[in-house]
């Protein structure tokens, strides 16, 4: 048989392709010498990457609103997560703390916690998905972030978001993201203040993203249409992130 | 677009096992480093959410083709009981016949159906843990999120399940390999259609 195919063998690339295959399993399973490090594929990866943003900003659906669940459901504390653990988080001030405006916002006068404290509050109870795998149900409240834009005359229509953060972690967001009716500027959990570890006094929570789009510790928001890198796209992980 | 799909599962499965030790179902499963695709976590992510390319408009294209050419039918159906303990009673006596590479028997009908359900079910669990809200009534068929995510990995423990004995059979009949690096062997099926007059069993 081998014998009668011999020469459709020889011509046929389907050949080359497992050759390919078996050459990429190769390289992959090298330890200590990963594939995806080498700049050409970091490359493609990262274009792949960007690609599924345009996906799921197409497929976002900007009125459809998250699962929400009961209060019995609500796990106390919160899950931490960071880029660090939770010994080492730094407490923000709440008397000294300020939240700064910048970029296409008409009144960029600073907020104090006590000005911010007497805005009205939405409270959502949603699930907070990592993209570790693990989630939990939590119980945020604090100004919706959409009417916020509205009252300090931010631009709608700007593209992005930014979060700039007092433990030097910046993440942006998609302003159709900023602009959904689960979309706040949480000041507490579970009806108290927000604790040190999971953001005292200001962080965003939104039911759309994974949980690192979800900045802590907040003390500015920029509204603009420059796309800057943040902590996490920077190291390869989606920026979009939506759920 | 075996060889195709082949890649795909590689890079699925060896990028999942990376992104699934991050935050273990099961305490005793660790994945080892040595044949998880991606040193790090984003790696993993990025090379499951190219791959998922790959697999999935691969597969819509085999499933369209196989309904198409009615393949599937011809070749997968129909699966009788009788048929079946025939196969499995030859098959312990050693006395399997592959003489005819493109006529399966009941037990490879019965095998190659249920991984074209495990592929689909695995792409709709992925779906539904890739956007959770976004499709979240596709989510709330499964249940939890963590239900999701079991089902999903029971659907790649499936798969792994079938490649070993694919594999290990495929290596067992080396006429077979053959054909699917050839091109398939040439068709002499009654009747003969259109479909099966070309060269098909690497499809």
Redesign the interface.
Known sequence: ??AA?RE??ET?N??N??R??IS??AL??L?GC?V??EEPVQK???A??SW?DRVQAT???PD?L??TFDVSQVVRPPRFNAHFDIEDVKPVDGATWKLELAGLVADKRPWTAQQIYQLPEQEIII?H???????YIGQWSGPNLRSFFERIGADLSAKYVYFHCADDYTESIDMATALHPQTILATRYANEAITDPFGFPLRLRT??KLGYKNAKWVKAIEVTNTFTETF?SE????WFA?? | MH??N??AI?IMI?SGWK??N??V?FGWLHFP???V???????G???H??GM?IFVLNGVAYLAYGIATRRFRQKLFPISIRELLATVSDALRFKLGHDDLTHYNAVQKILYLGIILIGILIVISGLAL?????F?ELA?LFGS??TI?LVHFLCMSAIVLFLLVHIALALLVP?SL?AM???GPVVRDEPMSVADATPTS?G
């Open positions: 048989m081998l195919n459709l063998i046929i389907r050949r392709v497992l390919g295959a990429l399993g992959t399973l330890t990963d995806s490090e493609a990866l990262r792949v990457s599924n497929i976002f659906r459809h998250a699962p699930r998905i990592c993209v570790e795998g693990w989630d039911s759309t996490w190291q390869g992980f989606n939506g759920i | 060889w195709t082949a890649i590689f060896g992104i699934y991050d935050d179902i480093d040595a044949v695709i991606g040193k790090w976590a984003q790696y992510l990025q090379w959410f190219f390319w890739w956007k959770p809200v976004q979240s709330a999120f963590q995510r006429q053959v690096l050839t091109g690497s």
